[in-house]
């Protein structure tokens, strides 16, 4: 049992590169998220999603997307990485939408 | 929106106690707290549900008042794997998940 996987764990971008960030769970978790974490910032939610086929809006969604094509994956995106996008992100699932379990995070520095 | 949480940070000796308080200014559906270690990914402490339901993994406890939209968490008898940053999470509407969280408590412990 794996838990919340993430890939990749450490990521350089230029300015105007695209790339997308995969977490995946064995837990057949319903419910899945996206977090950013900036020093002093606390997380922040950017998107998540309920269901396979469902994504939400969250505090900090603009200039990423994302996809639940199916239910043990939830992908992110980022179109034109900008430097205000470095940032620890961290993928979460839950089954019920109470008890979130982590994943490791992704190290994202954009130059 | 986000709830501010105090103390910011706080030194402890082994076996103390220590309060960390969480405050919204929105009416709350949960409380969420969680703990996170430094390089590591946050994890799941407690929950604290509208009408009184609490349901956590470990031994420490918490209270929320919902006249005041105020948690509490109450850290007794403090160890040092205690030593962590605290973070609560506050949900507005119910069954999504989908927390705000605070800027955090750093709290060490000190032999």
């Known amino acids: 049992n794996a838990g919340v996987t993430q890939t990749p764990k450490f990521r350089v971008l230029k300015t105007g590169q695209s790339m997308t960030l995969l977490c995946a769970q064995d837990?057949?978790?319903?419910?899945m998220y996206w977090y950013r974490q900036d020093p002093g910032m606390g997380l922040r939610l950017i998107h998540y999603s309920v269901g396979e086929g469902t994504t939400a809006k969250g505090e900090v969604p603009d200039g990423y997307n994302v996809s639940r094509l199916k239910k043990q994956n939830f992908l992110l995106g980022l179109e034109s990485a900008a430097p205000s996008q470095t940032s620890v992100y961290f993928c979460?699932?839950?089954?019920?939408?109470?008890?979130?379990?982590f994943g490791p995070g992704t190290r994202l520095t954009v130059l | 929106q986000q709830p501010v949480q105090s103390p910011q940070a706080v030194i402890l000796r082994e076996g103390e106690d220590a309060v960390i308080n969480c405050s919204s200014s929105k009416a709350l559906y949960s409380v969420h707290w969680y703990r996170q270690k430094h390089g590591e990914a946050p994890v799941f402490l407690m929950i604290?549900?509208?009408?009184?339901e609490q349901k956590g993994h470990e031994k420490i406890s918490a209270s929320f008042n919902e006249k005041k939209q105020q948690s509490s968490l109450y850290l007794t008898a403090s160890q040092l794997s205690y030593s962590g940053t605290y973070f609560c999470g506050t949900e507005i509407t119910g069954n999504t998940g989908k927390l705000i969280f605070g800027q955090g408590t750093t709290l060490q412990v000190k032999p």
């Open positions: 604290l549900l509208k009408g009184g």
């Open positions: 837990m057949n978790h319903e419910y």
């Open positions: 979460a699932s839950s089954y019920t939408g109470f008890e979130q379990f």
